[in-house]
């Protein structure tokens, strides 16, 4: 702030935990600050900046849609909203052909438990320790550390939890009375750890088996992150039910829940709700996002680049890289907060993450092998 209202220096709430820069514009994958100092930003706003700042195409499609039709709601079909959806259901796993528009992760976790809820009759949710699914009341209950994260006076519904990528635990508490089995591909907050194909496919099986719906949040790591459109094509996985949001809609606030035909076709009228998902400009973003991916074939350039960022990244304070795609941890032997406070001495941005020996990396899938070299002569330059 550069004037101070009294009592506090801000009219916002101060609930964050803020970095000392200020960016006021962004290029491509640079933030510059007003005094016009550039920084690299491997972190894009928690995951957001898929495509980086102010990408022609997106610019352009938001510019368009604006002032074509700002606003409207479910209450009338839109063309726009259509073409997303059928974009989207192309672009993501096979048999997930329907997509409720919703503005948040949570959101879009919120609603996807809903029709768990709903279609099973049931009332327990098996989770995995460490996963991060949003803040809001159902969401939070199926977040590690929700003791924490929660808020409400009481839970929502039961969750049982089992250890990370512990496929016998995951058979054992997925029982007759589980409505769904949630699982983050690769966990983002907790680190970028990917739970193995194994994993995977044992909560496929189990989750069949046992009458209970499978539930990938790819909010995160979805839309191309892992140099595949979803975590669940990487895997040749196909889930009930599929959440993703963040780079969704390039920065603009965008979820989705994509299901098959067979739960869809349980799902009555007035059971899902919401005034601003699936409004004109999101939808027009959205179509807009996926299209440049495909046409630029960026998912070749994550899993490229992802690979070069793998192998050069271990250096300096650097002992292992975890993760998928553009979705990386870099563990650290000194605190990752000391790595990323070096990082931002060199203007390069990234991430934090539950884990105090792991920086996360999150760049947008338009990184060059310009930015990899800056980051790895950054990380070089520590010496540990
Ligand atoms: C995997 C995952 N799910 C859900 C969420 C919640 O998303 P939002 O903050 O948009 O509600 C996040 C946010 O970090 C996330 O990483």
Redesign the pocket.
Known sequence: MTEANEPGASALLDVFDQLALRPVRGEGATLFTASGERYLDFYGG??VALLGYGHPALVAALDRQARTLFFQSNVVPLDVRERAAASLVRFGPPGLTRAFFVN????A?ENALRIAFAASGRARVVAVEGA????TAA?GAVTAGHERWYGFPSQPFAVSWVPFDDAAALAAAVTGDVAAVIV?PVQ??AGARALSRGFLAAARETATAAGALLVF?E???GMGRTGHPFAAQAHGILPDLLTT??GLAGGFPA?AVLVGEGLAAGIRKGALGTTFGGGPLAMALVEAVIATIERDGLLERVRRLSARLQRECVTGPVTAVQGMGFLLGLRTAPPAKEVLARLRERRILAGGSADAHVVRLLPPLILEDAHVDELVAALKEMNG
Not at 104 to 107: D, K, L, T, Y
Not at 132 to 135: A, I, T, V
């Open positions: 928690h995951a948040s992760g949570a959101e976790n991060f699914h949003g803040r969401a983050e983002g907050v949040d909010v995160q790591c949001a963040k979820g």
